[in-house]
């Protein structure tokens, strides 16, 4: 079973660009998630989607980024303009649904290391 | 507010020592969930273990052994007779009922096994 994919592994662009990172997650998981880690820091959640539904977006850092997950299946996470700050590594975990309790493991992936300058 | 500390920037030891991760959580749920996860050089997180509130047994698996105490809200992991291999970042992670299915990490311990 192929496990959670991310693509670009890496992105270099310049401020005031746009960026969209993919993420496949494990076939027939209903939940995916994005995190986000900054240089040197934790981990931090950005949104979770229960199959093409935004469950919980409070980790949005502002209107600049836009996730979407139609269908369903993949899900995009589109940075416009992007900022020096958004420079970081942009993580995807996915879960199934019969297991979409919060006790249970997120499968993550090799995450997007996007770098803004 | 859920908060997760590894005061553990990086640790180095030589292969065949002992070595321990520190992980100290706050929470106010009495319900809640911690995590390891290991990041090696291929950048996917991997899943360790998870043990929840109610479960404050401590758990090994093979080299692996993780030490959670309530009374001082740790959940410390050890790697006995490390290996260059076990050389990656851990990250310790709370999620809780009620709380989505969020997690909330700490900051990581870069883990270097030398020979």
């Known amino acids: 079973e192929a496990g959670v994919t991310q693509f670009p592994s890496h992105s270099v662009i310049e401020k005031g660009q746009t960026v969209t990172l993919r993420c496949d997650p494990i076939?027939?998981?209903?939940?995916l998630y994005w995190y986000r880690r900054v240089m040197g820091k934790e981990i931090k959640f950005l949104l979770h989607?229960?199959?093409?539904?935004?469950?919980?977006e409070s980790g949005m850092p502002n209107n600049r980024f836009l996730a979407e997950r139609t269908g369903g299946t993949y899900s995009t996470l589109k940075v416009q303009p992007a900022e020096l700050e958004d420079s970081g590594v942009y993580f995807c975990?996915?879960?199934?649904?019969?297991?979409?309790?919060?006790?249970?493991?997120?499968?993550f992936g090799p995450g997007t290391r996007l770098t803004v300058t | 507010a859920q908060k997760v500390t590894q005061a553990q920037t990086e640790i180095s030891v030589v292969e065949k020592e002992d070595v321990t991760l520190d992980c100290v959580y706050e929470t106010r749920d009495t319900t809640y969930y911690l995590f390891w996860y290991k990041q090696p050089p291929s950048g996917e997180l991997v899943f360790l273990i998870r043990r929840n509130s109610f479960d404050e047994q401590n758990e090994i698996s093979g080299r692996y052994s993780w030490n959670f105490q309530k009374s001082t809200s740790s959940f410390n992991f050890t790697i006995t007779a490390s290996q260059v291999v076990d050389s990656a970042v851990y990250f310790c992670?709370?999620?809780?009922?009620?709380?989505?299915?969020?997690?909330?990490f700490g900051t990581g311990t870069q883990l270097k096994v030398e020979l």
């Open positions: 975990a996915s879960s199934p649904a019969r297991l979409a309790g919060p006790s249970y493991e997120q499968y």
């Open positions: 989607f229960v199959k093409e539904s935004k469950q919980d």
């Open positions: 076939s027939g998981h209903d939940n």
């Open positions: 992670a709370l999620t809780f009922t009620g709380g989505g299915n969020k997690l909330t």
